[in-house]
């Protein structure tokens, strides 16, 4: 848990401030499916942090062999002493002579029981849900032989790393990673370990050269996962980390030691895809039963993403008021892809805080959120505002059975999926056991709507009168901080930037309060897609990309289309149309969507249930939604859709993989669209008129034709 906008150094994994919920395996004796090795040489008492890392970890599935390279220390051979006795997973394996630091790991890896590897040092540190991502992430990718996360230098020099196994070549120029990371056991040995005539370190930097030698690679989660300890000078007892003279000649013993990898750069492993569809009964690849501390009760909340916005302020204080007044441990899954500014706020509650598209691929959300409600035994289950959640209701209540099933609205959108998350709470009404609405009105809308009013109750969110106190807080020193003099009014906007918050009213607001001649300031608080145009609007209402006045969200620019970058100013179609001529795309008719539209994409996805073939369909990428052209060695789909199916891609990532067919029939002939092709984009011409692909779009886009 870190804020990259304001990291907090001292708030270690170790820490006591840190959220921990005990977490034990229900079984110790089970077979771990992490091994962890740690050297170890005259450690001194750090090593009690890099222990409590990893007793904190979510994933008990582990065993720790810590190999004593002929420590001397009495303090340290005690350390040692005490957990050999502390956990029956932990083995502590001692050499009889000093053998170095490579030596000392690969006995370690040679003496794993479990087919996964983590190298740890034995003053570094893991966030509580390391092993556990870090196992998924290489799980789901099998053309990958290991894995890192960004990591946190601390204790002398404290950074924020970003760097990892996706900087590809930079790795033949210096050593991105430090060795915290997970790998295959069967690629360790069959490498040969690290080399142990390298006394002077950056022996893992050798090792991860020779693996791309022989064609191995790895992979980054974008989480930081590991905690690197600094000290004043790593020279001093690595001579190999010196930049001047030991440092370049080791860079050019590797140029001579792999000339060919020098040559051609480092592997780009190609993710494995496969197109036959998952068994429904597919099993996750481990357990992880977790025990509980008596009398705690524990809920999985679902949710869309940790962005900024009331809905997600709501989600911390209901997990905060569950904590403190329930004694609940609450973990948090969060379905769609996003910079979640608001990760580190959810992890100061808990430390079962998972982000899906950060380690896992779209095709095992369903196993993993079934394996999370397995592993930690939830008594409830609760959705807010995610459609993946919905959607995969059915599929959980058939695997789950234990867990009461849930679901929280906060308002209906009839410009959305007819009534927008409400909707989705009626339609799936059958697979929940309660529905919470955030108001009276909102229950009436869902009962008008065929909603049972004995299973909708309403909650309503509700403020801390304490908190929100205005004698709790100077003013004055709020506008020092803003630099705000003491006469002039402040006019906030707290929101989410996004459509339905209308951004757009607000700068249309203040622009015409400015042009009355009146003096005032606006604080707009909140992040969103539309963060940048309030920002452009508030430096003078000018386009950033053209200089044309008045620019609005609900605008794409035709010169520079499809930039997802810049602020638009040309007027968009709320319905998905190609204009199309001979000229396009680079006529003057093109898609009139906006790229503020982006994070909406996903949402475009047809009901999946009611069909089971067609949810398979979309979440094994095996054939398109419309025509089911089948694909053959992989390759982009080109195949004609015949005459009258509408041009159809629900996922942003166009020619990519997700459900695309890039041609189609029109009844006035053949068009075949190029690669540019906006995504979530329908070919409608006036010569089209097959009813089957109208209902499609209506029931895909909720727009009528």
């Not at 420590?71 to 340290?76: K, R």
């Not at 309503?460 to 009168?465: H, K, Q, W």
């Not at 602020?567 to 680079?586: A, F, G």
Request: positive net charge.
């Amino acid at each position: 848990m870190i804020d990259p906008q304001k990291p907090d150094f001292s708030n270690t994994p170790a820490s006591t401030l840190r959220p921990a919920y005990g977490y034990t395996p229900r079984d110790a004796k089970t077979a771990p499916a992490v091994s962890v090795v740690t050297p170890f040489f005259n450690t001194g008492p750090v090593f009690h942090e890099t222990a409590t890392s990893i007793f904190r970890q979510s994933f008990q599935q582990w065993e720790w062999i810590i190999v004593d390279d002929c420590s001397n220390a009495c303090e340290s051979l005690a350390i040692l002493e005490e957990y050999r006795h502390n956990d029956p997973r932990i083995r502590v394996i001692r050499a009889e002579t000093h053998i170095g630091l490579p030596a000392a790991r690969n006995r370690g890896v040679a003496a794993a029981r479990a087919d996964f590897i983590v190298l740890l040092d034995s003053d570094d540190l893991l966030e509580p849900t390391t092993l556990e991502k870090l196992r998924w992430f290489l799980e789901c990718r099998p053309q990958l032989a290991f894995a890192c996360g960004y990591s946190v230098g601390f204790g002398s020099r404290e950074y924020l790393w970003y760097e990892g196994f996706h900087n590809g070549d930079k790795f033949l120029e210096t050593n991105c990673v430090p060795v915290t990371s997970m790998i295959r056991r069967q690629v360790y040995l069959e490498v040969g370990g690290m080399s142990e005539q390298i006394q002077g370190g950056m022996e893992d930097w050798d090792f991860w050269l020779k693996c791309a030698a022989r064609g191995c690679w790895g992979g980054t989660i974008p989480e930081f996962l590991d905690w690197y300890r600094r000290r004043g000078a790593h020279s001093d007892r690595w001579p190999n980390l010196d930049e001047t003279t030991r440092g370049s000649a080791f860079r050019d013993s590797l140029r001579e030691r792999y000339p060919a990898l020098f040559a051609k750069g480092v592997p780009r492993p190609k993710p494995v895809r496969t197109f036959a569809p998952p068994a429904a009964d597919s099993s996750v690849p481990f357990e992880n039963t977790l025990g509980r501390r008596s009398g705690a009760r524990r809920l999985l909340l679902i949710v869309p993403h940790f962005e900024i916005g009331g809905a997600d302020k709501f989600n911390l204080d209901l997990i905060r008021c569950l904590q403190q007044d329930h004694d609940y441990e609450a973990g948090v899954v969060a379905t769609l892809a996003g910079r979640h500014p608001w990760r580190h706020c959810f992890e100061q509650l808990t430390p079962d805080v998972f982000t899906l598209d950060t380690f896992l691929s779209t095709t095992d959300y369903p196993r993993f959120i079934e394996y999370l409600i397995k592993s930690r035994d939830y008594d409830a289950v609760l959705v807010s505002n995610s459609q993946l959640g919905y959607q995969l209701l059915p599929f959980l209540r058939t695997v789950c059975s234990k867990p009461v099933f849930g679901d929280y609205v906060h308002m209906e959108q009839e410009d959305w999926q007819s009534g927008g998350y409400p909707r989705y709470s009626l339609n799936y009404a059958p697979f929940l056991d309660l529905s919470i609405a955030a108001s009276e009105h909102l229950k009436s809308w869902m009962v008008a709507n065929g909603g049972d009013p004995d299973r909708i109750s309403v909650s309503t969110i509700n403020i801390d009168p304490q908190l929100w106190n205005r004698d709790h807080y100077n003013a004055a020193v709020v506008r020092s901080k803003y630099g705000i003099p003491p006469e002039t009014p402040v006019i906030t906007y707290a929101a989410r930037l996004c459509e339905q918050k209308q951004p757009d009213v607000l700068a249309r607001v203040i622009k015409g309060l400015k042009d009355r001649g009146a003096r005032l300031v606006c604080l707009a608080v909140g992040d969103g897609p539309y963060r940048r145009h309030l920002r452009n609007s508030s430096r003078g209402g000018v386009c950033a990309n053209c200089g044309c006045s008045a620019p609005d969200p609900t605008r794409t620019c035709a010169k520079f289309w499809p930039s997802p970058t810049f602020t638009s100013c040309r007027p968009k179609w709320r319905e998905l149309h190609w204009r199309s001529t001979r000229r396009w795309p680079w006529g003057r008719f093109r898609c009139r969507q906006t790229w503020a539209d982006r994070a909406n994409w996903s949402r475009r996805i047809a009901e999946c249930s009611s069909s089971p073939a067609r949810m398979r369909s979309l979440l094994t990428q095996t054939r398109c939604s419309i025509c089911s052209p089948i694909p053959k060695n992989g390759r982009p789909w080109r195949r004609a859709a015949g005459p009258g199916s509408p041009l159809i891609s629900p996922f942003p990532t166009w020619g990519r993989g997700w459900l695309r067919c890039w041609s189609f029939r029109p009844a006035g002939g053949r068009l075949t669209l190029p690669r540019r092709s906006r995504p979530g984009a329908t070919v409608w011409l006036p010569e089209w008129r097959s009813r089957t692909g109208l209902g499609f779009l209506q029931e895909v886009y909720g727009t009528a034709a």
